[in-house]
């Protein structure tokens, strides 16, 4: 079920009881989704390479609020126009932690 999600909704967003998390997609940006958890709330990207699915951690709720969960997933490259895959470029990239970011995050949108 995708849903248009609100400052409102991910604010009020818990995982129910049965569950261990949940995942809302976001009807206004396709491949960005929130995992709601028992504990935290996570930004995600999903997205699909060579057949195989993948998943980018943007950041944590509410360190990353819904506006810049949304600006970082259109800030991103698409990896089917030619763009390089986000954890592609984090392996190619990973002797140096700083260089990480494949693209300019602020401080508090990376997941740690």
């Keep these: 079920m995708l849903v248009k999600l609100s400052d409102g909704f991910v604010r009020a967003a818990v995982c129910p009881p049965e569950s261990t ?7 206004a940006a396709p491949g960005l989704a929130l995992i709601v958890g028992t504990r935290a709330k996570t930004w995600f ?9 993948h998943r980018y951690t943007l950041g944590r709720y509410p360190a990353v609020g819904l506006a810049e969960a949304r600006a ?3 800030s991103l ?7 390089e895959a986000p954890h592609v470029a984090d392996e190619r990239l990973s002797d ?12 508090s949108a990376i997941a740690r």
């Design 21 to 27: 998390q949940i995942e809302v997609p976001d009807d």
């Design 72 to 74: 970082l997933f259109d």
């Design 77 to 83: 490259p698409d990896p089917h126009a030619g763009g």
């Design 45 to 53: 990207v999903r997205f699909r390479l060579h057949g195989k699915r």
């Design 96 to 107: 140096d932690f700083e260089h990480l970011r494949w693209f300019d995050l602020p401080e």
